[in-house]
């Protein structure tokens, strides 16, 4: 079973936390820490909001904002992560993330977020030009798959994409304008 676990770890007059996902949560697992440093174990529920899930979330919302900035000062979308130049991984423990080109980079573009793990939910994120501005959708699948949920895309460009049966709307921002 993955539990999410958070550890806070103090020293003099600074803080550290991170937050993991292990498997048999244990204070041995941290042992070894200097005795000039406090640990302190915060158990988080294993489900809807995990810290694996947390990591795509966080990753799929920064590529999304990402690929907005970008697409307002080149006009096209990033067709790499690397373009995007934010320092997101291809790959996780957890996630492997993908940018998915379409048609002409103009008008939309999808980011994913495909689970590695048993367990842990897959993720869709969307940036869209409508004729308001650009829009960001991110859908997750409603139940631990490994294969990212597929957007609903309308041969319209300028109509807000939806989230597929069996997944769920994580976010929806605004169109902002170009």
């Known amino acids: 079973m993955l539990v999410a676990v958070a550890l806070v ?16 949560p244990a204070k041995s697992d941290f042992a070894g820490l200097p005795s000039s440093l406090e640990a302190t ?21 920064a590529m999304s904002n990402a690929q907005r900035a970008y697409r307002i000062m080149e006009l ?9 130049d934010i320092g997101i991984p291809e790959e996780t423990r957890n996630y492997r993330y993908q940018i998915i080109p379409q048609g002409n980079q103009t008008q939309r573009v999808i980011n994913t977020a495909q689970a590695l793990q048993p367990g842990i ?6 940036i869209f030009v409508t004729g308001k ?13 490994t294969t990212p949920p597929l ?4 041969e319209r460009v300028d109509v807000a994409p939806r989230c597929p049966l069996g997944s769920t709307m994580e976010q929806q921002s605004p169109s902002k304008p170009i």
Not at 121 to 126: A, E, K, P, Q, T
Not at 151 to 154: D, G, K, N, R, V
């Open 76 to 84: 096209t979308f990033a067709e790499s992560i690397a373009q995007l």
């Open 133 to 145: 501005g650009l829009g960001i959708i991110i859908c997750a699948s409603e139940q631990p798959s």
């Open 41 to 61: 174990f915060l158990e988080m529920p294993n489900g809807h909001a995990s810290a694996a899930e947390q990591e795509a979330l966080t990753h799929l919302r």
């Open 9 to 24: 770890v103090r020293a003099s007059s600074c803080t550290h936390q991170k937050v993991s996902a292990i498997q048999s």
């Open 121 to 126: 939910r897959s993720y869709v994120g969307v």
């Open 151 to 154: 957007p609903i895309l309308l």
